[in-house]
């Protein structure tokens, strides 16, 4: 069935250091993909997206993968900070219609 | 509002009891979305308003929750019957048509059945 999967359920860095947490995702039908952020009691925040007729997106501190022949997503975050600790999830989305579909999510802990 | 506002942000309820679930989405987006978060789980969704198309129900569990959308605005999802199953934090998203994709959450309401 559908399905969007993260490879590692926590992610501990060094502060400083550079982070990536990736993600499997099951049909290869999607075409959109999105990373999420959410801090506890909050609801997910849009970090970067990317749509399938790419292989990368940059954005401030952080880039997105995507390796359509594994099916395969990965966010990196550069320099990781403190305030980067939270539970990341992709999602994934088919053409037009408009419905996300969710990874289990991985929790990054940045030590200081 | 300058963002998605979710009420209550808490509720409590018993077993069999019927609750309902508020959204205000941000003004002018026209698309509209409930999902269900289990403790430590990701996201499951459950509807998905777009205009004043027939929403897309696919992902709700059972007959016993129902959403409808007024005016294209503010969106209620109802529980009738609640289960102990029920209990989640239910989020509510939505987003602007041409990036109806790029969603803006709303903080949630936690849903403990006891």
């Known amino acids: 069935g559908e399905s969007v999967g993260l490879h590692l359920p926590t992610l501990s860095v060094q502060e400083g250091d550079n982070s990536i947490i990736n993600c499997a995702y099951s049909n290869s039908a999607s075409d959109y993909f999105i990373w999420y952020k959410q801090e506890s009691g909050k609801g997910p925040q849009f970090i970067i997206d990317?749509?399938?007729?790419?292989d990368k997106r940059q954005g401030q501190r952080v880039t997105v993968l995507l390796n359509k022949t594994v099916k395969h997503l990965s966010l990196q975050i550069a320099a990781t900070q403190p305030g980067d600790s939270a539970v990341y999830f992709c999602a994934e989305s088919l053409g037009n219609t408009g419905k996300l579909i969710f990874g289990q999510g991985t929790t990054l802990q940045v030590k200081p | 509002g300058a963002g998605v506002s979710q009420s209550p942000s808490n509720k409590v309820t018993e077993k069999g009891k019927d609750v309902e679930l508020r959204c205000d989405p941000i003004?002018?987006?026209?698309?509209l979305y409930w999902y269900r978060q289990s403790l430590g789980q990701g996201l499951e969704f459950l509807i998905y308003f777009q205009g004043n198309s027939a929403p897309d129900k696919s992902g709700l569990p059972s007959d016993r929750f129902s959403a409808e959308r007024t005016g294209g605005s503010v969106s209620t999802l109802t529980i009738q019957r609640t289960q102990q199953e029920d209990s989640a934090v239910y989020l509510c998203?939505?987003?602007?048509?041409?990036?109806?994709?790029?969603?803006?959450f709303g903080s949630g309401t936690q849903l403990s059945v006891l």
């Open positions: 990317i749509r399938s007729n790419m």
């Open positions: 998203a939505s987003s602007s048509q041409g990036v109806r994709e790029k969603l803006f």
């Open positions: 003004s002018g987006h026209t698309a």
